[in-house]
């Protein structure tokens, strides 16, 4: 899974960071969505020519883990090491997933890490000693305010329940270490305020800013009840608190404390990609603690939306057991890649069904894409002997296509490379191959080849060249997204020899007009996305 392809070097990378996920059960529709938007805009930056850093990993501490692994009757470690072998690791590989590390919060290059992070908050006077009584939320890991909790019906009738998981909350009293989260929402309102790009959308920006304005409570980091957790460095009977360690991957693993050029050279993350759920632990707590302790913050905060199922937010419930694996066995993975991230804008809810799946397959990939590169290669093949022909009657025909695909560049780039709008990036690309498909079947090259005067052949050429040079286009810009069936095309349009590897192609050559060349061998392979069975 390591990273390849055109890089700079001296310069920053471009960071991207996906939640360290919860090894509590096997990865579902919503951690592999998250991840494959990372990888898309990873490997699009990447292709933009830059250095690109890609981090993932799982949260392997903590209440939920501990009684997790209690009730399958191992012990914690155990039960994390066969998840992230068996399950977490293995679906990154199956969904091509590019990431450049994969950092578990069990390890000592980052446990030790995190203990030196607080002891540096506890030397600067950041951390105190005190005692809370609160509802407490173990599938969260967070205490709860009396505001936000729900009441009880049915089964849980007379009992508070938490917003997020509909189950109800314990109520706990411990001895703690607090951070001094309260000293800081003036700071963080006035970065909130300097730079509005820092938490994405617009709408969770201002959830976040309403939460700060209404003032902050200091925060418990530490939990003394049970001991599945980085040990507090001055005080071994109290474990530190989860969201704490598990917030600290993302400077742990570039080499926070143990390579000062390397963390110098990577961090703070560009983007941190999270689901909207976990948005006010990445915009309020880890921008607080990073302050505290002198360190630059992230670019950007990009909470995505909710993966919704009949309605309601994707639960292993309401899926009856779908997982990714089972759509990528039907659909195939490119298409899987593709689909949640061309059906649902980035950053709101969408609804999931594999009636729509269907739809839009079919509709997108099978008729336009996948018929557009099937047609072009069998006309080649036809009329040419499967040899490229030279555009020798460009007109205004052919100029359109230019201009489209310039403008399909553009958009793609701006959207998806700077705005992480995915859908809107995607849609771009296809209009752009709607527009070629419209091409062909307004000049008929089937209709120009029953005339074999020179003049017509010409026409001909121009028309097919036109087509093929249009995919080739489609190939770079879309390799981002579909890589193995962007690479199947590159192949078939006979690129390989001539323009070198697909994704080594940068995005800046992707409109450049003309550099398939003539003499190129274009073969029909196999179907890029062949018709589903029921």
Known sequence: MAATGTEQTGSKAYYVTTPIYYVNDAPHLGHAYTTVAGDVLTRWHRQRGEKVWYLTGTDE???????????????????????????WKPLWEHLDIRNDDFIRTTEKRHTDRVREFVQDLYDKGEIYQGGYEGPYCVGCEEYKTYGELLDGDGGFAGQKLCPIHRAPVEMLQEENYFFKLSEYGPKLLEHYERHPEFIQPESARNEVVNFVRQGLEDLSISRSTFDWGVKVPWDDKHVIYVWIDALLNYATAVGYGSDQERFDGTFPADVHLVGKDILRFHAVIWPAMLMANGLPLPGKIAANGWLMVGGEKMSKSNLTGISPQQLTEHFGVDAYRWYFLRAIAFGQDGSFSWEDFTARYTSELANDYGNLASRVAAMVGKYFDGTLPEAKAPGEAEQAIVDGLAKAVGEADRRIGDELDFSGGIAA???????????????????????????AQARLATILYTAAEALRACAVLLNAVMPESSAKLWESLGAE????????????????WGQLPAGATVTKGKVLFPRLED
Request: proline content about 7%.
């Open 497 to 512: 020899p001539h323009l070198g590897a697909l994704g080594d192609q940068p995005l800046a050559d992707a409109g450049r």
């Open 61 to 87: 501490h903590g209440q939920k883990i501990m009684r997790t692994a209690e009730a399958n009757g191992v012990s914690p470690r155990e039960w994390c090491d066969k998840l992230v072998e068996e399950a």
């Open 429 to 455: 690309v296809f209009d752009f191959v709607k527009q070629v498909n419209g091409y062909l079947t307004e000049q008929a090259p089937w209709k120009v080849a029953k005339d074999s005067s020179p003049e």
